[in-house]
Nanobody, 129 residues
Framework: QVQLVESGGGSVQAGGSLRLSCVASDSPTLQATYCLGWFRQAPGKGREPVARIYTADAYTYYSNSAKGRFTISLEKATMYLQMDSLRPEDTAMYFC??????????????????????WGQGTQVTVSS
């Protein structure tokens, strides 16, 4: 079972950038194919999807709020989320998640928190105006 550890959160001013990392401890390179995702949860709100990547071919999916500003990527067993042009409304705890996926199409369908069984501990992102 893969384990996930996030890092890279912090505090920035609006318009700034941060890069989040999520290391998957399956092996130095992932042995199985996964749908890896970033979710975020603001205080008093539910956990919402940000972006996902299918490890077999690095195909990516983005929420509307992330398109054009965030970039998800994968290098060996580390997933990244490059966040540019940050806004105060991006303030949240960011979590990475993993679920086995045998095909790209199954990753496309995994948009909800309940679609993922493995989660990291979260990293806080705070954007001030």
């Amino acid at each position: 079972q893969v384990q996930l550890v996030e890092s890279g959160g912090g505090s920035v001013q609006a318009g700034g950038s941060l890069r989040l990392s999520c290391v998957a401890s399956d092996s130095p390179t992932l042995q199985a194919t996964y749908c890896l995702g970033w979710f975020r949860q603001a205080p008093g709100k539910g956990r919402e999807p940000v972006a996902r990547i299918y490890t077999a071919d690095a195909y990516t999916y983005y929420s509307n709020s992330a398109k054009g500003r965030f970039t998800i990527s994968l290098e060996k067993a580390t997933m990244y989320l490059q966040m540019d042009s940050l806004r105060p409304e991006d303030t949240a705890m960011y979590f990475c998640a993993a679920e086995r996926a045998e095909a790209r199409g199954s990753c496309a369908l995994k948009r909800a928190e309940t679609d993922f069984r493995t989660w990291g501990q979260g990293t806080q992102v705070t954007v001030s105006s």
